[in-house]
């Protein structure tokens, strides 16, 4: 398997589903409800996501699938797996705020190999290999540095897809961030989040039951970049993508930062 063809189908790919949602956006968005946790699905999630299996599918068409609208598209158990997010920020869209990104990431047996993040509002694409480092579209390396603030991290939040909202983990943590985080954004696209922290933009991100399809390009961009990842508890994290949503819960920052982070949550 040729992983950095892989990374260029996986771009340009990504680049396409991109062009698409930025040109989607100028017109009048077909918006429906998604399950019963008041999430939606847009015309363009569908449009995205057409688009990216036809060009993954065509490339690697012994391939498994698995699409954030479509769910399982080809045999399950195979050794290699795609996740596609083709629309990472739905809810932001459906609203008219352009904060959102496009997310691919190839798995061998569970474990993410390749992760691609693209956004279309800025052109920006970010892709990573396992063990070879993460690159901006200028083909510079990901390396952000250790900057602590004096007022406190810079963190991001995100959760997965219907957590109660007494959930007793959830409040706890967020009053945990409220009350020592300098600010936490709640972005509504994690994946935009994995971003900011492999450029250094914010200092970490905090976890919760995160979803399967927009985790493993994202976090896997990060590590590449130098961002350590830890449970919430502090132990290892597991990076597989096939274990149970609790441990999908995760504290991720530069690794000189990581203790710091850890305590403020306890």
Request: charged content about 20%; overall charge negative.
């Amino acid at each position: 398997m040729d992983l950095d063809h892989a990374r260029t189908v996986a771009v340009e790919a990504a680049e396409a589903a991109g062009a698409l949602l930025l040109e989607g956006m100028r017109g009048a968005l077909g918006t429906r409800a998604k399950g019963a946790a008041g999430d939606v699905v847009t015309d363009l999630d569908l449009a995205s996501e057409k688009l990216l299996l036809e060009r993954i599918l065509t490339a690697y068409p012994s391939h498994t699938v698995i699409a954030e609208e479509s769910g399982l598209v080809g045999a399950a158990g195979g050794e290699w797996t795609w996740l596609v997010d083709p629309l990472d920020g739905t809810n932001n869209v459906a609203i008219g705020l352009p904060t959102y990104v496009v997310g691919v990431a190839l798995c061998r047996g569970g474990l993410p190999l390749l992760g691609v993040v693209h956004d279309p509002v800025s052109r920006q694409t970010w892709s990573a290999l396992r063990g070879r480092g993460a690159l901006a579209s200028s083909g510079a390396r990901l390396a952000p540095p250790y900057a602590p603030s004096p007022h406190g991290p810079l963190l991001a939040w995100t959760q997965g897809y219907g957590i109660a909202r007494d959930d007793a983990t959830v409040r706890r943590l967020k009053e945990r961030l409220d009350l020592n985080a300098r600010r936490v954004l709640q972005l509504w696209a994690p994946l935009l989040a994995w971003a900011m922290l492999a450029r250094g933009d914010i200092d970490g991100i905090v976890g919760y039951r995160a979803g399967v399809v927009d985790l493993p390009a994202g976090a896997l961009l990060a590590q590449e970049a130098g961002i350590e990842i830890r449970g919430l508890d502090g132990g290892p994290y597991e990076e597989c993508v096939d274990g149970p949503g609790d441990e999908r819960s995760f504290v991720a920052a530069h690794p000189r930062a990581l203790p710091g982070l850890l305590s403020l949550l306890r």
